[in-house]
């Protein structure tokens, strides 16, 4: 369990797997710089660089991921796992952010925090 600091994240617990490819050798710093941090950890760990911006987006937006390895036969039991706890559905949150005109996740943006926080959380799971 670490915290590091992610460009258009700031600070953030993480751990395992996903955690070691995100973090670089030299004092922590994120792999693919400014620009790839998260989005590059994920897409080497197999999650489609579409997808990986909406999820990163939903963090900004001060919303929690949750990415487990599971075997193959665990599958629909992790599914249903998650499903319990609302998941969200990665289509639909991208077409509504897309709805209101996000193209993408940028390290630059700021984070969500205070009014915009309340406000999306009020909108909806982010």
Avoid at 32 to 40: D, F, K, P, S, Y
Avoid at 41 to 68: C, F, K, L, Q, W
């Amino acid at each position: 369990l670490g915290l590091m600091a992610i460009p258009g994240l700031g600070p953030v617990v993480a751990a395992g797997w996903l955690a070691a490819t995100a973090v670089g050798a030299v004092g922590g710093a994120v792999v693919g710089g400014a620009a790839g941090g998260i989005i590059g950890a994920m897409t080497e760990s197999g999650v489609p660089e579409s997808d990986a911006h909406v999820y990163a987006e939903g963090v900004r937006r001060g919303g929690t991921m949750v990415i487990a390895r599971v075997e193959d036969d665990l599958v629909p039991d992790a599914e249903q796992i998650l499903k319990q706890y609302n998941s969200v559905d990665i289509a639909h949150r991208r077409t509504e952010y897309e709805a209101g005109g996000w193209t993408g996740f940028d390290p630059t943006d700021e984070v969500y925090t205070g009014d915009d926080l309340e406000s999306a959380r009020g909108r909806r799971n982010v």
